[in-house]
């Protein structure tokens, strides 16, 4: 009556980092009533490996061992909860001290003839296909405010997050999946658009699981597959139910091609505007994502190289307005062309100075009377004899003396 199938599988970044896959699930059929469960322990926490296999298991062991087809939905549902609360309570008497260690998602589902009953907690998820062929996210995951990476998950231990309730739809097939995959299945990158679920490759997951006669491999070789969508490459589980009896009413064969490889271009390069030429003539690459041709692309990257070309000019000009000028400047008597007439009197009084404090400073050094202090010299001998006026050439020049960089005071 049911097909069921999954698996869990590393992610390359836990691989590189040689941490342990810290994804689970759980799946347990009888009396034709299915019960699985998926788990992803939080990355940040040391045991959570163990923390995702604990609650995976406790909980569809716990549900398989009390639910049959004859309780009501009420009753269904307050086991389900009442696996929950087992599963958290057998995490904290397991943790001790080191709670905030062993965090963990999980989203546990129950068919029951049809009907079908979960009870999530985390932001891994839960998407149906229903019986009139639309495909339905079935839970929200749960974040704490902030932005990408940086917003935290509410797990098992956020009792107050738990969500427990019947999916209302006749369904046709039921995919749990841990945000490795269910970021595949619903890519952030649709938010906004006229649907949010990749319907293309979700029926693709349905077709296979319909139709391959090993589906278990074919399930963990599409785990293995690397996705371009990827940042973190986490650890990715999937498990799929699906009812064989009853029939399915297939949407026109355009819901099943969205996103079309245009809309991908245009999500993934926001500012290309491609030509209806260059997505006919493109070649397309992984899971259909192409590469084309952007003329703004090529305008800017003509308008850089003017614009290159445009500063090489003009330092080649302005050089050779140097040269030039410089030239002339050396031709024409170089700068004693622009010296005042009187320079040289300026220049021969100037001397004088000099001579006349290198004098002083000589007399002054002589005397064993004269200290020093802070570079001035104090003059401790009254017999020292007075320099009169007309010996001082300073006393003679300095009123009027100007000389080319400014006024001796």
């Given at each position: 009556m049911y097909r069921v199938c999954g698996d869990s599988q590393i992610g390359k970044s836990h691989e590189i980092s040689g941490t342990k896959c810290q994804d689970a699930f759980s799946c347990f059929s009888r009396d034709s009533i299915v019960f699985a469960a998926v788990a992803d322990g939080l990355g940040s926490c040391k045991y959570s490996d163990i923390a995702s296999c604990m609650a995976s298991h406790d909980a569809v062991t716990f549900c398989s061992q009390n639910i049959t087809k004859n309780l009501s939905d009420e009753q269904v549902i307050a086991i389900i909860k009442?696996?929950?609360?087992?599963?958290?309570?057998?995490?904290?008497?397991?943790?001790?001290?080191?709670?905030?260690?062993?965090?963990?998602t999980l989203t546990l589902v129950v068919?029951?003839?049809?009907?079908?009953?979960?009870?999530?907690?985390?932001?891994?998820?839960?998407?149906?296909?229903?019986?009139?062929?639309?495909?339905?996210?079935?839970?929200?995951?749960?974040?704490?405010?902030?932005y990408g990476m940086e917003r935290p998950v509410y797990p098992l231990a956020s009792e107050s997050h738990w969500v427990f309730r019947k999916y209302e739809h006749p369904s046709k097939a039921i995919f749990m999946m841990t945000d490795g995959m269910l970021n595949k299945a619903i890519p952030p990158l649709l938010s906004g658009q006229k649907?949010?679920?990749?319907?293309?490759?979700?029926?693709?997951?349905?077709?296979?699981?319909?139709?391959?006669?090993?589906?278990?491999?074919?399930?963990?070789?599409?785990?293995?597959?690397?996705?371009?969508?990827?940042?973190?490459?986490?650890?990715?589980?999937?498990?799929?139910?699906?009812?064989?009896?009853?029939k399915i009413r297939l949407q026109p064969k355009e819901y099943y091609d969205f996103p079309s490889d245009k809309l991908w271009n245009s999500l993934l390069h926001p500012y290309k505007e491609p030509s209806s030429e260059s997505c006919a003539t493109s070649e397309?690459?992984?899971?259909?994502?192409?590469?084309?041709?952007?003329?703004?692309?090529?305008?800017?990257?003509?308008?850089?190289?003017?614009?290159?070309?445009?500063?090489?000019?003009?330092?080649?000009?302005?050089?050779?307005?140097?040269?030039?000028?410089?030239?002339?400047?050396?031709?024409?008597?170089?700068?004693?062309?622009?010296?005042?007439?009187?320079?040289?009197?300026?220049?021969?009084?100037?001397?004088?100075?000099?001579?006349?404090?290198?004098?002083?400073?000589?007399?002054?050094?002589?005397?064993?009377?004269?200290?020093?202090?802070?570079?001035?010299?104090?003059?401790?001998d009254p017999n020292m004899e007075d320099t009169t006026e007309a010996d001082n050439p300073l006393a003679r020049v300095t009123e009027s003396l100007v000389l080319p960089w400014g006024i001796a005071e």
């Open positions: 009442t696996s929950f609360d087992r599963a958290n309570l057998a995490i904290k008497q397991k943790a001790g001290d080191e709670l905030d260690e062993y965090d963990t068919v029951i003839e049809g009907n079908v009953y979960f009870g999530h907690a985390g932001d891994s998820g839960i998407v149906a296909l229903r019986s009139d062929g639309i495909f339905e996210e079935v839970t929200k995951a749960q974040h704490g405010s902030g649907y949010q679920t990749d319907n293309k490759y979700l029926f693709y997951l349905y077709d296979n699981l319909q139709k391959n006669p090993d589906v278990e491999s074919w399930v963990t070789d599409e785990l293995t597959q690397t996705n371009p969508q990827e940042v973190n490459h986490d650890d990715k589980t999937l498990v799929g139910i699906l009812f064989e009896s009853g397309p690459i992984h899971n259909g994502f192409e590469i084309k041709s952007d003329p703004k692309r090529k305008q800017g990257s003509s308008q850089g190289q003017s614009n290159i070309t445009t500063l090489l000019l003009g330092i080649i000009l302005g050089l050779a307005i140097g040269i030039v000028g410089t030239l002339s400047f050396l031709q024409y008597g170089g700068y004693e062309e622009y010296l005042p007439d009187d320079y040289y009197e300026y220049e021969k009084q100037y001397d004088e100075i000099t001579d006349y404090n290198e004098r002083v400073q000589d007399e002054i050094c002589s005397n064993e009377n004269i200290s020093f202090h802070n570079s001035f010299a104090v003059d401790d």
